[in-house]
């Protein structure tokens, strides 16, 4: 895709954003009116200079007032009619684009979580905000100078013409190198273009770097050595903005001097013809004239043709994610309902491993009961994380199926899917408002006193009470204001609001301090109570309390049952990792 | 507003005064030629054209002359252009890499109090988009002064050639300038409008794609589609305000240089009757309208900016003239292996906050492991930040080996005492650069010896390119636990002579995690030890135990004692032993 033209960007954009198109005709209609204003002026000059000062009989003033007259009409007509312009391209131009924005949001969610986390963040957030900015500056500083540009051009260029064809030659000869030179720079100002925009990408890392890390760069010592980096990347971007500065502005001369040959041009070729009477001195004059009206739409345009790169660069960004196609996809329309009541699980021989690495998961085949509570344990890297993205279905089994109640879940609504199905991931990810506005997130038409029952439902009304503003409390950005464990605690009332028939609890490894830890455990039994419960234990108090273990070693399901038959196994996978955790509590 | 503006360009000027010239000497050249070249065309017409084409007689060497004028002129316009062009731009960039860089040096020397008072979002701004505003009228301004010295020449030319064809300009450019400004002061209060409404949409942006997993798992992707959509449309219409405005304005001022030719052209025929002037110096002013029209806007271009630049220049000097650097000594610490820590009478609190810490006194004998055990909030974390000297006791003091922290120098006290924090950090870097951080003495052997120490070399060694792995961005190729271990390896390997771990284990398997204390103790390299801890295990490894009930120490033993004698502390670590035991 990267190596597509600007032409064919463009069209694929304009494809996918067909307001863009909503009444183009009438804006150029206008743009044409507006140029042709413009115009006017070097043909009122004209006709001043040969009809009125240069009259047979000296200057005839009548004559000059009824010309001026007329032309000052006509301004008055184009100034209306540049004004209706700009503000048609505005609203059409801006609409669209906000409909680009939120299509591009939507699809961004819509893409798999594989696809996602492969992704900077930042550059997911570019692509609806400063990517989409670029286009619009183009589209409405660019876009305008280029449509009246081309107007200009093309209005001048007949007029031209008209008055005499062999100054019209000239004039278009003259701009001939000019547009050689400046086709010729196009393909290097894309490159000094991009670079400095890599380089802005280094430098905004460097400067994040450096805030999110001030703490460890501090205790060691090191702000020599990141000030050198900071420095460095700062500098590169600088000698890029230079570097593309020098090659624009070089472009940019081509047509000044392009302006320079046309004028010596013109006035030497005039005069020739002049002496000969094919020209009168008010015709030459208006050519003067009309050839800056020439100069600047070409100016213009190279100018342009620099911008329009930066947004063609953009524009190719938001199109390439959005040619992506979300390889977990909603079956949508032709999926269906999980069914009514409680959920079994199976898992029919899935195998998975990530794009280009090694098998995570083979050949695992079993079968969970509905309102039963599970336990998946195996060391870190065993594959049960995994285990549980591919039974909310983050991620589709490389191979085999994976059936809730009998239906695979490649064929579920997501609507149903994500009703039934609850998964509270290791850190519980909270948006930055209150309490009461993170809880609604799962059930937006909870009222407070239904929020407030939650609470007292799972034991945590004493805990909420202790909040400064209770259910209005502010959790901060990412939910930083409260501790690791009481994230946990407001993600768990989150789920149990939703209340799943299937919850997947993927368990935080970092340790939580024990007050919390005690609510969150009694809050943990009254969520799982009466559904099915997977959860990933990374604490094997965990698995001791679940109704069932399964043990996954090495992507492979190597022993399942109740806790403590499976210790009593002598030697056994789960005995060894019982064993060593018994001895890091109790010693 | 004005004024404020004009001062943080008069900054600018002070700073790269050799490029403002360059600049500024570029688009007065620039100005000048536009009108020398009104009045070449003038003359061309009023003495090469009107004779010639009268007599039917062509001048050959005059008109060769008129031609090598033009060419000459177009020459000399390239040369100003870059010179205005390259002069403003690269005082731009260089503007705004001196800023970045200082800015950002702020932040490395401002203290992590500081730090923790200000979002990083709106860092990053201040160094990237407030450097940029600040800077940002920086581009046209050279343009702007030599349209000023263009119109007074221009003005001056116009007295010398007619003073009614004068009266023209007299009214034409202040109209143009005053209608320059009206539409600056209407504008920024519309650009701004929808500068706010891209922040906004952008900060809904970055928090929805944060929580991605989460929207994925509740199936809120339409719901999160509509929150964003509220502000997506109100950006559009800010943006489509900002819009109606310039298709007033824009037309209006492309057409008021047209109606001053038309004026000059009604004037010159009346003034020409009378025999004041002659055709050429009707055609000349006429021209020079036609061709000035575009510069005068540039003055536009820097009006405007200006709120803009105020805006951001503001945000940059907060960040410039911050204090509370912490001072640092020129100690050093003498003699090797373990260090004593000891902590005397230290009293702490955050700002105008609670008080957190109350008389605090412990030690931390050489080559002994003290943990720190207590519930949460009672200020473990803000004693292993002093330890370190993040920050500084409000009274009462701290001391390695009995020597002050605040008479350290930096480079000792990092290189003794190293901070294993909650949260781990990690560069953008390789995982030897990680580890070694270019400290000196800090080799691939003691980088290796660092990795074994911290369980990590398993790890590393099964990564595609081992030590010489990117691990990306924060580290995002790497689990939560192997960053743990990263960031152990990285304080291990500096050999400090006092290791401060603030529950930096807390992502690792309790089996490595024991490993790693059991390696700790056994290696020769042995440290003294400041642990915060939550698992039982841990607190058992430590020699001694500090218990913390509110920022107060309420009891000091080992941990059997402890147990024994303090009801608190049994509550504490039984609670904790019941929740991992809990059902």
Known sequence: MSGEGTLATVKRGLALSPELRTGLGGTIVLAVLQMAGRVAVPIAVQQGIDHGIRAPGGPDLGVVVRIVAITLGALMISTLCGYLMTRRLFTVSETALSGLRQRTFRHIHDLSMLHQQSERRGSMVSRVTSDVDQISQFLQTGGVQLLLATGQLLVSAVVMFVYSWQLALVVLLAFGPAVGVIRLFQKRLAEVYRAVRERTGVMLGAVAESVVGATVIRSYGVAGRTQARLDSSIEDLRVAQQRAMRTSVTSFSSGEIGAGLALAGVVVVGVWLGADGALTVGQLTAFLFLVTLFIQPVQIATDMLNEAQNAVAGWRRILDVLDVEPDV????????????????????DVSFRYPGGPIVLSGVDLTLDARRKYAVVGETGSGKTTFAKLLTRLMDPAQGEVLLSGTPLTSVRFASLRSRVVMVPQDGFLFDATVAENIRFAEPSLTGEQLRAAFVELGLVDWLDG?????????????????????????????????PDLLVLDEATSAVDPATEVRLQHALDLVTRGRTTVAIAHRLSTAQSADEVIVVDAGRVVQRGPHARLVAEEGSIYAKLYASWLEQTRS | MLGRGLRVLGHAIRTEPRLFIVGAIGSSLFGLLIIANSYVVGWVIGHVVVPSFASHQVDTGRLWLVAAIFLGISGLRVASIFGRRLGAGFMQFRLQARYRRAVTGRYLSLPPAWHQRHATGTLLSNANSDVEAAWGPIAPLPFAVGTIVMLIAAMISLFLTDWVLALVGATLFPALFGLNLVYSRRMSPRQIRAQQMRGKVSAVA???????????????????????????????????????????????????????????????????RSGAIGVADVVSVAFLFTVLAFPVRAIGWVVGELPRSVAGWDRVRAVLDAEGDLAYGDGSLPGAGPAELRFDQVRFSYGEGPQILHDVSFTVPSGRTVALVGATGSGKSTIASLAVRLVDPESGSIGIDGVKLPDLALSALAGAAALVPQVPFVFDDTVRGNIALDRPGVDDEAVRDALALAQADRFVAGLPDGLDTAVGERGTSLSGGQRQRLTLARALAGKPRLLVLDDATSAVDPRVEAAILGALRASDA?????????????IALADQVVYLERGRVVATGTHAELMTFHAGYQDLVTAYEKAEHQE
Do not use: C, N
Request: net charge negative; no cysteine; charged share 25%.
């Open chain 2, 206 to 272: 970055h928090e929805s794609f944060d929580g991605a997993l989460v929207v994925k798992t509740m199936g809120r992707e339409a719901d999160e589609s509509r929150r964003f959509g509220v502000f997506v449309d109100e950006l559009r219409d800010s943006l489509i305000a900002v819009g109606r405005l310039r298709g007033l304005f824009d037309p209006l001022m492309d057409s008021l240089p047209s109606l001053g030719t038309l004026a000059v052209l009604l004037l010159g025929a009346w003034r020409l």
């Open chain 1, 467 to 499: 909040l400064p503003q209770g259910l209005e409390t502010e959790v901060g950005e990412r939910g930083e204001a409260l501790s690791v464990g009481e994230r946990q605690l407001v993600a768990l009332v989150r789920a149990y609001v939703a209340d």
């Open chain 2, 526 to 538: 042995r440290a003294s030890v400041l642990v915060v801890a939550y698992r039982r295990a841990t």
């Open chain 1, 329 to 348: 996809a909603d079956p949508d329309d032709q999926g269906v309902e999980l069914p009514v009541g409680p959920l079994s699980v199976r898992f029919a």
